[in-house]
């Protein structure tokens, strides 16, 4: 990505959600590079400090935290908040990027998935934003949220995880237009299929050789126009650029970065 000046985000705070793996790793490295300053949240503290580590080596002399907990409950969102106010004295950018999925069709999908999908997806970004509301109009700073491209091109047996991305490129809209008197903007990236852990975690994971074939029909022209899986790294230039000076006047954008999956007439089965 381009140079610090290019973009103007030097010396910027700003916390990621899900910051373990995939997209929030990604985005976490690309911020470092561009000398911020990070809080990176998650529940794997492992991993979130082997994060941490890669973000010193990129980014000089920044200051990365983490803040380890289930962004479910509320008492966690708080201390993200809090724990970043302790560390850097304000709230410049938040990377809303924490999701999840369970695999279940109309007919199987049980209360306990519908609300571990809706509380991850969509509840936990509602309440740690406006724990973040404050500091945020205080700073001009501004939001990106992590939707998906189901929001727009639902697949199967993701009828939850399709209806809470629909449900947050809503609140990503109803946001910006709530927040543009203060100064603060609201943006959507909506990955297509990335190249992540995500589809190797929980119980329908996919290892082996399902994996190899979920990639090969991924890739193929019909599903990405471009012709392969989206990686996270490009999806992380995405957000970072939202968040930066350079897209100053965008507000309430919901940007896809699928290779053309969003345009394309064929939809995947799982």
């Known amino acids: 990505m381009a140079s610090n000046t290019f973009l103007s985000l030097s010396g910027k705070n700003v916390v990621v ?6 997209i929030g790793e990604a985005a976490a490295l690309e911020f470092a590079r561009q000398g911020c300053n990070l809080m990176l949240c998650g529940r794997d503290e492992q991993r979130l400090e082997a994060v941490a580590a890669k973000c010193l080596e990129l980014g000089g002399n920044i200051v990365v935290k983490t803040s380890v907990g289930d962004i479910t409950e509320e008492t966690v969102q708080k201390q993200i908040i809090e724990d970043t106010l302790k560390a850097f004295g304000q709230i410049d950018i938040l990377v809303n990027n924490a999701g999840m999925n369970i695999l279940r069709d109309p007919f199987t999908a049980g209360r306990d998935d519908y609300s571990q999908i809706m509380r991850t997806n969509l509840e936990s970004v509602f309440f740690l934003t406006q724990l973040a509301l404050p500091h945020l109009i205080k700073s001009k700073g501004n ?3 992590v939707s998906s491209i189901a929001s727009d091109r639902p697949f199967s047996k993701a009828v939850v995880y399709s209806m809470s991305k629909a449900a947050l490129d809503s609140y990503t809209k109803s946001l910006a237009m709530e927040l543009a008197p203060h100064g603060v903007r609201v943006n959507s990236v909506n990955p297509g299929s990335v190249v992540s852990l ?9 290892s082996g050789e399902k994996y190899a074939e979920f990639q090969k029909n991924q890739s193929s022209p019909s599903l990405h126009p471009l012709g392969r899986m989206v990686l996270a790294s490009e999806v992380a230039d995405s957000i970072v650029f939202l968040a930066s000076e350079r897209a100053s006047f965008l507000t309430g954008q919901i940007i896809f970065v699928d290779g053309g999956r969003h ?8």
């Not at 959600?17 to 995939?22: E, F, P, V, Y």
């Not at 589809?199 to 996919?206: H, I, P, T, W």
């Open 143 to 145: 939001i990106v949220n």
């Open 198 to 206: 995500l589809y190797k975690r929980g119980e329908e994971a996919f």
């Open 17 to 22: 959600t899900g910051a373990s793996a995939g």
């Open 263 to 270: 345009v394309a007439a064929t939809q995947p089965k799982v």
